[in-house]
C-alpha cells in the first residue's frame, strides 16, 4: 500500500491548483453577482487550458486527450472542485460518453468536444423522471428510415454553451416478470436541429452562473447515424461510461471543502475574542479538528475508489459511499465554516455564503443521497440473497 | 547556444511565513515549497529564446536539498530540456550558491545564465552579480527587455530612475525582473514527459567547492506588527506630527 502521489500527478496537482486560483478566483465575484459566465470569458479559458495541453484530460491520448487515468483525473477534478463550477465548466472535460462514437460521429463529436471546439451536455433528466431514469416519457418512434423524438428534458446542466446534447430518450417496453421495463436509447442532438428547441432552465441557488437548460422536442426527426451506441442499448452505454461522474461529484466536493477549511482555520488564527484567537477556545479548535477529519476521510475514500476502477476491481458500492460522504461532508464543513466566521460568514465579501449554497446540490445531482444509500445497500444484501 | 536557469526552491508566495519558536530561522516543516516566482520568470524567457531559435538547449540547475529535484522538476515540465541537481542544505548562502554555479558554467559552457534577480525568502539579491564578478562576464540586472542581437544582448533595466537601455557582450549573466514576462503553465505532455529527462545529481564537494557558510545567523524575528494610520485635519496638523511624532522633519 502506498498512499503518496507520484512526481506526474503532483505536478498535476500543482499546476491545476495554481491555475485555478490564478485565472478563476479572480473572476468568482463577478461571475456570481452577474449570474452567468459571458461566452469570451468561456472561450479565454478554453483557450488557456488547451495550450496546457489539459482539455479534454480525460480522454486517451489515441484520441488527442490527456491521458489520464481515473485516479490522476479525481485529482484534478478535485483541484478545480475549489474554483466556481460556472467557470471551471470550461476546463473542458467532455463526456466520456463520447468514446462510444462510431463511424462519422467520430468526426463530428469525438474529435471536435475532445480539441475545445464543440461543447457537449449530457439530457437524462426529465420532469417526471428523476431518480427513476427508466422512467422517462421523452421518446423516439421509427418513421421511414429516421426517428422521431418527442417530449421534454430539464435540469440540463452546461446546456446553454453547450452546441450538442447527448440524449437519452425511450424507444420501446419489454414486459418482464418485474412489470414493463423501457428500452432506451441514446442520441446525439445538435443545437438549432429542426424540432428541438434549448429553452432556459430554472434559477437555482447552487452555481449560479452554471446554468441548466430546458430541451424540447417536438417531431425532431433524426437519422440513425445520430444513434449513440446500439438502438435499444442506452443503458448499457450509460453504464460503460457514466459510471464514474459519481467520483467528479466527490472530488469537487473535497476540493471545495479544503477551501472552505482553509478559510476557517486562517480565521481561527487571526480573529481574537475575549482578548485570544477564537481557535484556542475549544467550541472552534474542535470544529475545525472534526472538519479535517471529515475531510480526510472523504479524500482518501474518493481517491481509492477511483484506483479501484484503475486496478479494474468492482467500484460501485465504493463509488456510491464516496459520492454519499464526500456530498454530506461538503455540507457540513462549508456550514461549520461560517459558523467559525460568525456574521461574516454569511456576506458576501466571503465566498462561504457560496460554497454553502453550491453544497446543497451535490446531495441531489447525478444520483441523490438516497440513492446512494440504495446501491450501497443493495450491493451489501444482494450476495446475500436480498 | 545553451540556456542556463539557476532555479531555486523558497516557500511559496501564498504561505503566511512564521518565525521558528527559538528565534533560529523560519518555520519550514510541512510548508508548501515552489520554484521562486523570479526563477520561472527566467525559465520562461529561457523557454521563449529556444522557441524563436536563439538557443538549442535550456538547462535547469538547483542548489539545496533532495527535494529541489520537485524545483527543477517543474522547469521541466514547464519545457526545460535538462536539470542538474547540487545537493547542499537549504540554508547556503549567496557566495557558495555562486561559485557552485560558477563550476556548472564552466562544465556546461552555455552562452546566457537567466536567474530571478532575487529569491522571495531572503531577498539577497547577490547571487546573479556575484557569478558574473566570479566568471569575468558581462551582466544585465533587474531585466525587463532583452533581446539577442548576435554576439551581445540588447536588454532593458528597471533602475529606479526609469528604464536603461544596455548593449551588454555574451556570455552574459540576466538577472530577470517582474514585467519581463508571464511565465507559462506547465503543461500535461511536458508533466508526463519531464520525469524521462535526464536530472544529474552531484554533490558540492565533486565540485571541489567550499560551501561553508561566512555568516552567522544570531537572530531572527517578526518585524513590528504595522500600527494603523490616523487622518490629520489640515496640513499644520500633519507637519506637527512628522516633525514631533514622527520626527521625520
Known amino acids: 500500500m502506498q498512499f503518496g502521489l507520484t512526481e506526474e500527478q ?51 491520448e489515441s484520441v488527442g486527450g490527456g491521458g489520464l487515468n481515473n485516479l490522476e483525473f479525481a485529482l484534478l477534478e478535485r483541484e478545480l472542485g475549489r474554483g466556481s463550477m460556472a467557470l471551471t465548466h470550461f476546463f473542458g472535460r467532455p463526456q466520456n460518453i463520447l468514446m462510444a462514437c462510431e463511424g462519422d460521429q467520430i468526426d463530428r463529436y469525438l474529435l471536435p468536444a475532445v480539441r475545445g471546439e464543440k461543447m457537449d ?37 452546461g446546456g446553454d454553451h453547450a452546441d450538442f446534447f447527448i440524449v437519452f430518450v425511450a424507444t420501446g417496453v419489454d414486459d418482464t416478470p418485474h412489470g414493463p421495463k423501457k428500452r432506451i436509447t441514446c442520441f446525439l442532438v445538435d443545437r438549432g436541429h429542426p424540432g428541438f428547441e434549448v429553452l432556459p432552465g430554472y434559477k437555482s441557488v447552487s452555481h449560479a452562473g452554471y446554468h441548466n437548460v430546458i430541451l424540447k422536442f417536438e417531431d425532431c426527426r433524426l437519422a440513425d447515424n445520430q444513434v449513440l451506441g446500439a438502438v435499444d442499448g442506452g443503458f448499457e452505454v450509460m453504464n460503460s ?32 475574542q475575549f482578548g485570544k484567537q477564537i481557535g484556542k477556545f475549544q467550541g472552534v479548535g474542535f470544529k475545525l479538528a472534526d472538519m479535517v477529519t471529515e475531510i480526510d476521510a472523504a479524500d482518501w475514500l474518493t481517491l481509492s475508489a477511483a484506483w479501484r476502477l484503475d486496478q479494474g476491481l468492482p467500484a460501485n458500492r465504493e463509488i456510491a459511499s464516496a459520492k454519499l460522504h464526500a456530498s454530506e461532508m461538503l455540507a457540513r464543513v462549508t456550514d461549520e465554516a461560517i459558523q467559525v466566521y460568525g456574521g461574516m460568514g454569511l456576506m458576501d465579501d466571503l465566498p462561504l455564503a457560496r460554497f454553502w449554497r453550491d453544497a446543497r446540490v451535490e446531495r441531489i445531482w447525478d444520483g441523490t443521497s438516497e440513492i446512494q444509500r440504495h446501491i450501497i445497500s443493495r450491493e451489501l444484501l444482494r450476495p446475500l440473497g436480498g | 547556444m545553451k540556456v542556463l536557469v539557476p532555479v531555486k526552491r523558497v ?18 516543516a510541512n510548508v508548501k515549497m515552489a520554484m521562486n ?6 525559465v520562461e524567457e529561457a523557454l521563449r529564446l529556444k522557441e524563436s531559435g536563439g538557443a538549442d538547449e535550456v538547462v535547469a540547475v538547483s542548489i539545496g536539498p ?23 542544505p537549504h540554508e547556503i548562502e549567496p557566495l557558495a550558491v555562486a561559485k557552485l554555479l560558477k563550476e556548472v558554467v564552466a562544465r556546461e559552457e552555455p552562452g546566457l545564465v537567466f536567474v530571478g534577480k532575487q529569491a522571495i525568502d531572503d531577498d539577497c539579491n547577490q547571487t546573479g552579480q556575484m557569478l558574473a564578478a566570479l566568471l569575468g562576464w558581462a551582466q544585465g540586472t533587474f531585466v525587463s527587455g532583452i533581446e539577442i542581437k548576435g554576439d551581445s544582448a540588447a536588454v532593458i533595466r528597471e533602475v529606479d530612475g526609469g528604464l536603461e537601455h544596455l548593449e551588454i557582450r555574451m556570455p552574459a549573466v540576466v538577472t530577470v525582473d517582474l514585467r ?21 545529481s552531484m554533490s558540492a564537494a565533486d565540485l571541489g567547492v567550499d560551501i561553508a557558510p561566512r555568516l552567522t545567523i544570531t537572530r531572527v524575528e517578526e518585524p513590528p506588527a504595522r500600527e494603523a494610520g490616523i487622518k490629520v485635519c489640515d496640513v499644520a496638523e500633519l507637519v506637527d506630527k512628522l516633525k514631533n511624532e514622527a520626527k521625520v522633519i
Open chain 1, 10 to 60: 503532483d505536478l498535476i496537482v500543482s499546476t491545476v491548483r495554481s491555475f485555478v486560483e490564478t485565472e478563476i478566483y479572480p473572476l468568482e465575484d463577478e461571475i456570481e453577482a452577474r449570474g452567468a459566465v459571458p461566452a469570451e470569458i468561456g472561450r479565454q479559458i478554453r483557450d488557456k487550458v488547451l495550450e496546457m495541453g489539459f482539455y479534454a484530460a480525460n480522454f486517451p
Open chain 1, 121 to 157: 451536455a449530457l439530457a437524462m433528466t426529465e420532469p417526471d423522471a428523476g431518480s427513476d431514469v427508466r422512467g422517462m416519457s421523452t421518446t423516439a418512434r421509427r418513421d421511414g428510415g429516421d426517428w422521431v423524438l418527442n417530449g421534454t428534458k430539464h435540469f440540463i446542466s
Open chain 1, 241 to 272: 461510461w457514466l459510471y464514474a461522474t459519481r467520483i467528479t461529484v466527490a472530488t469537487m466536493c473535497v476540493g471545495r471543502a479544503r477551501r472552505a477549511f482553509d478559510y476557517a482555520l486562517s480565521y481561527a488564527v487571526e480573529r481574537k
Open chain 2, 11 to 28: 516557500i511559496d508566495y501564498n504561505v503566511k511565513v512564521r518565525v521558528k519558536a527559538d528565534n533560529t530561522g523560519v518555520e519550514l
Open chain 2, 37 to 42: 516566482p523570479f526563477d520561472e520568470i527566467a
Open chain 2, 66 to 88: 533532495t527535494q529541489n529535484q520537485e524545483t527543477i522538476r517543474t522547469a521541466l515540465a514547464m519545457g526545460a530540456d535538462r536539470g542538474i541537481h547540487i545537493e547542499a
Open chain 2, 180 to 200: 519581463l514576462n508571464e511565465p507559462r503553465y506547465a503543461s500535461l505532455p511536458n508533466i508526463m514527459k519531464a520525469k524521462k529527462k535526464p536530472l544529474d
